[in-house]
């Protein structure tokens, strides 16, 4: 497609179950990147990918939650048993590998994760 | 490490009158840095880059911004406020020579403007 297409737009989820939150990158784009906002916060980096490398995690605020890349197109995060806490935006951003040198990171709009 | 400082969390202006949102950042390497916009419900758009050519980078939107290495400094300014201009403002920093380094982000600058 044309931009990165998050999904859902919006989830609702009670305390202590598990979500699948989705991110289509955009077709050839070799770079993914996962980053939650928090109310008034600004964007915490969660995870990377980059091609066929072993993804950088080091952003994973605990071992609930993890992110899969398949084929090197499609990604999914998983947070297991969530928390009121993990409520807030999840954003996913893609760009095609050359890096900070070409600013060409592109964001989808995000998936609102409301935890009751 | 690297990181973004945003001097002001929320900056509120009249139409047509100059903005200014401040952003101090610290890196070990050359840095790459960036200002991205959030409209409200809406993902977030690119507005300028600098990644070590001219200083003064200009943007979309009559957005600019100038490197002052000096200073630390990468301050975003547009002569004229319009009222579309309000949003949500984020100063960015990443190391220039070290590939995908994730992007690390201010916390943010809200603007207001007010007609």
């Known amino acids: 497609g044309a931009g990165v297409s998050q999904s859902p737009s919006n989830k609702v989820t009670e305390k202590g179950k598990d979500v699948e939150l989705r991110c289509d990158p955009i077709?050839?784009?070799?770079?993914l990147y996962w980053y939650r906002q928090s109310l008034g916060q600004g964007l915490e980096f969660l995870i990377y990918?980059?091609?066929?490398?072993?993804?950088?995690k080091s952003g994973l605020p605990s071992d609930r939650f993890s992110a899969e890349r398949t084929g090197g197109s499609v990604s999914t995060l998983t947070i297991q048993r969530t928390q009121q806490e993990d409520s807030a935006v999840y954003l996913c951003?893609?760009?095609?590998?050359?890096?900070?040198?070409?600013?060409?990171?592109?964001f989808g709009s995000g998936t609102r994760l409301t935890v009751v | 490490a690297q990181s973004v400082t945003q001097l002001d969390s929320h900056v509120s202006v009249s139409e047509g009158t100059p903005v200014l949102l401040r952003c101090n950042y610290s890196?070990?390497?050359?840095?790459?840095l960036f200002w991205y916009v959030q409209h409200p419900n809406k993902g977030l758009q690119l507005l300028l880059k600098?990644?070590?050519?001219?200083?003064l980078v200009k943007g979309i939107n009559g957005f600019e911004a100038e490197f002052k290495k000096s200073e630390t400094s990468f301050h975003l300014t547009k002569p004229s406020a319009h009222m579309s201009d309000a949003a949500e403002y984020f100063c960015?920093?990443?190391?220039?020579?070290?590939?995908?380094?994730?992007?690390?982000f201010g916390k943010g600058t809200r603007l207001s403007v007010i007609a």
């Open positions: 890196s070990s390497y050359s840095p790459s």
């Open positions: 951003a893609s760009s095609p590998g050359q890096g900070s040198q070409s600013g060409g990171y592109t």
């Open positions: 990918f980059q091609g066929n490398s072993a993804p950088d």
């Open positions: 960015v920093v990443s190391d220039l020579y070290s590939g995908n380094t994730p992007l690390v």
């Open positions: 077709s050839g784009h070799t770079a």
């Open positions: 600098y990644t070590s050519a001219a200083t």
